[in-house]
């Protein structure tokens, strides 16, 4: 038997090295393998092509697996390499079970699956499970059931079979992103013609306050409360001491990524100007709605979706948790 095959994360340091433009020798040592070694990675993967993986923060490191094997040598059950590595019992168990078993289990030949699994394109679930998917479609044409009534139902109509289980928000996934054009803006019509859910009006909503037109929070698409598509925003304004200065600020549901557009006053036409102009240059895709509080700054949201042609809702008054990203 041959020497065990060098993972790719210890040979990376060596890919990238001559990436860099080191030389064979320069490179070798920067990740301590010898020239032959190098050489051949380098014919399996270019570095014109080199990709780094970056793990999971919580995925198991080659430190890890050396230490699983050291336990498996030593006779140790995989309760106690768990407790050991402080791992969940499952995890230890599917590694070694994935990689071979006891007997056949090497740590640097399962690093090296690791690596390999992570570079791999994934395939989405609605092409791996086609059945799930196509029932999915069905509840949704048929019975205009929501992401939510449909997760919960399968895992209702099949208890003992996870292959049929899926989460509402995958789902809310495949209909806005992995399906095909036409039946993406069918299945979104269906979802469009369920009924909202309508918050509890107050006087103060009631009224209508100071904005004209303004259209409530509960009229947003059902997909902007679970965060599993992006471009929907929160929206607000910061201001400075003694009212001199303000701030807008943008979060973005799904990925919390912020931006921070100064103002120059907090009339409305400015605000909503300045705010169109920060917002169109994102992709269609990542901006599909803008939610704001009571606030009249943005009272000129009309002329602002004319601009963007994004919507913009209100939350109800007093109700900062309806913009939790925003807020904190």
């Known amino acids: 038997m041959g020497a065990p095959r060098i993972p790719r994360s210890v040979v990376y340091a060596g890919l990238a090295a001559r990436a860099k ?3 064979l020798p320069v490179a070798a040592a920067a990740a301590g393998i010898s020239l032959d070694t190098l050489r051949r990675r380098l014919v399996e993967e270019p570095v014109g092509v080199l990709r ?3 793990p999971r923060a919580d995925a198991l490191t080659l430190e890890d697996r050396e230490e699983i ?3 498996i040598v030593s006779g140790e059950t995989t309760t106690v390499i768990a407790d050991r590595l402080q791992r969940d019992r499952s995890t230890i168990w599917r590694e070694i079970s ?4 006891r007997s056949a289990y090497r740590p640097f ?5 690791a690596d390999a699994q992570a570079r791999r394109p994934k395939q989405p679930w609605i092409e791996q499970r086609p059945r799930v998917w196509d029932q999915v479609v069905e509840w949704l044409r048929t019975r205009k059931w929501s992401p939510e009534g449909i997760a919960h139902r399968l895992r209702q109509e099949h208890p003992d079979e996870p292959q049929w289980w ?5 789902i809310y996934q495949a209909i806005y992103v992995q399906a095909r054009a036409e039946l993406r803006k069918e299945l979104i019509a269906c979802l469009a013609k369920r009924q909202p859910r309508r918050q509890p009006r107050t006087r103060a909503s009631a009224a209508g306050g100071k904005i004209v037109g303004k259209v409530n929070i509960s009229e947003r698409p059902v997909e902007a409360a679970d965060r599993a598509v992006p471009g929907h925003w929160e929206g607000d304004l910061i201001i400075g001491a003694n009212g001199a200065s303000a ?5 973005e549901r799904s990925s919390r990524f912020g931006m921070m557009i100064k103002l120059d006053s907090k009339l409305a036409d400015h605000v909503a100007d300045r705010i169109a102009a920060a917002m169109a240059h994102l992709p269609r895709l990542l901006a599909r ?7 009249t700054e943005l009272a000129a949201h009309q002329a602002f979706t004319v601009a963007t042609g994004i919507p913009v809702y209100f939350c109800d008054p007093h109700s900062p948790w309806q913009r939790p990203s925003n807020e904190n």
Do not use: C, K, P, Y
């Open 21 to 23: 433009g080191a030389t």
């Open 52 to 54: 780094e993986r970056s």
């Open 69 to 71: 094997f050291r336990g």
């Open 98 to 101: 994935r990689n071979g078993g």
């Open 109 to 113: 030949r399962a690093e090296d699956r």
């Open 166 to 170: 899926v989460s509402h928000e995958a």
């Open 247 to 251: 701030i807008a600020t943008l979060v």
């Open 289 to 295: 709605s803008l939610t704001w509080d009571q606030g």
